[in-house]
């Protein structure tokens, strides 16, 4: 079991480490979805997508996603055993990243080295109800989740991102800041912590291929895992979150990627844990200079709390000025006091 350390009224464990201990009887009576795919004749994409908007039942161990047998029974009409995992379909043509690509990037974890730099936070922010804010940290390429928050406001959050900057180590946090989320990292950089500030809906880099940053970001975390320089946790949640994500070419022949207004539209859960991992390595593909003109940890917060700061800052400045002054002439009137005799 994972060492966890509590701060902030919540609870780390760093790192997760999957239990292999799962009860006997909930193993025999449940399959995984890979598993599911293979007894249906489906596609492990397919089978992914059902998980993912609840056409699949499912039921959550620990970490993991299983699919009752009597919810392959119902499917197929009729009783049926769990099978050995044969090869799968690939995704269609549509589909973001490789089922393969993810699946070498699961295997890689383990053993993959956690790298000096970059050392970060990625936070994505929940802004409907059913969703969830999610923390992942960063080491080289160890993509490694920290907490899953939820029901808690935006500046409960942002002590929960602080706490992670603690227990991690990490140096630096790139901040989901549509909506709520602006609330938070405007919360960290008062408190003067390296926030980065990410707008997936703002001008992309690159504005000849990618409709917008949301698509640049998400393609750069594309070619980390087709080149193998990332490594994720074992987590069913994040695979499918992954697996389902879809592209397409807006009028112009750019690169467009679902937002999450788009997939909840659909149906479809927000892909939380996905975009927490895609913050993680946000920063590596965004020219923040070029774009946004200054550097994201300088970069004035909303107007009106920017004027309190240097209002706040102005009248510090003037009381430490004022008192300096009085602390002088206080020793000024000690040392005359002392020089003719007479108390002051």
């Not at 299983?66 to 995992?85: F, R, S």
């Not at 926030?195 to 998400?218: C, H, I, M, T």
Request: net charge negative.
């Amino acid at each position: 079991m994972a060492h966890q350390v509590k701060l902030g009224g919540l609870f780390f464990g760093i790192p997760h480490v999957r239990r292999n201990n799962m009860d006997q009887e909930t193993q025999k009576k449940t399959c995984t979805v890979k598993e599911a795919a293979k007894m249906l004749d489906i596609s492990q994409s397919t089978a992914y997508s059902m998980a993912r908007s609840g056409e699949l039942k499912t039921i959550r161990l620990r970490r993991r996603l299983l699919v009752p047998l009597w919810v392959i029974d119902e499917l197929l009409g009729h009783p049926t055993e769990k099978q050995e995992l044969g090869e799968f379909p690939e995704q269609g043509d549509d589909s973001l990243i490789c089922l393969s690509w993810i699946d070498a990037a699961v295997a890689r974890y383990p053993s993959m080295s956690a790298g000096a730099k970059p050392n970060r936070l990625g936070v994505d922010v929940a802004r409907f109800g059913s969703c969830a804010s999610e923390i992942y940290h960063r080491q080289g390429g160890r993509v490694t989740h920290i907490s899953t928050i939820r029901k808690l406001d935006n500046m409960e959050i942002a002590d929960a991102v602080i706490a992670a900057l603690q227990v991690t180590g990490a140096t630096e946090a790139t901040i989901d800041s549509v909506g709520v989320g602006a609330d938070t990292y405007n919360r960290l950089y008062e408190q003067r912590y390296c926030v980065y500030e990410a707008q997936p809906g703002k001008a992309a880099s690159d504005l000849e291929q990618f409709a917008n940053a949301r698509s640049e970001w998400w393609w750069a975390m594309r070619e980390a895992f087709r080149t193998g320089e990332i490594g994720i946790e074992d987590d069913d949640e994040l695979v499918i979150q992954l697996a389902s994500l879809k592209f397409s070419y807006d009028s112009r022949s750019r690169i467009n990627i679902e937002s999450k207004e788009d997939l909840l539209r659909k149906g479809l859960p927000s892909p939380d844990k996905a975009d927490g991992v895609m913050y993680c390595f946000a920063l590596d593909t965004t020219d923040w200079d070029t774009l946004l003109g200054k550097i994201l940890t300088r970069k004035t917060v909303d107007p009106a709390i920017a004027e309190e700061i240097e209002r706040q800052r102005a009248f510090e400045a003037t009381f430490a000025e004022d008192q300096r002054k009085s602390d002088a002439f206080e020793r000024q009137l000690e040392r005359r006091g002392k020089g003719t005799g007479r108390r002051w």
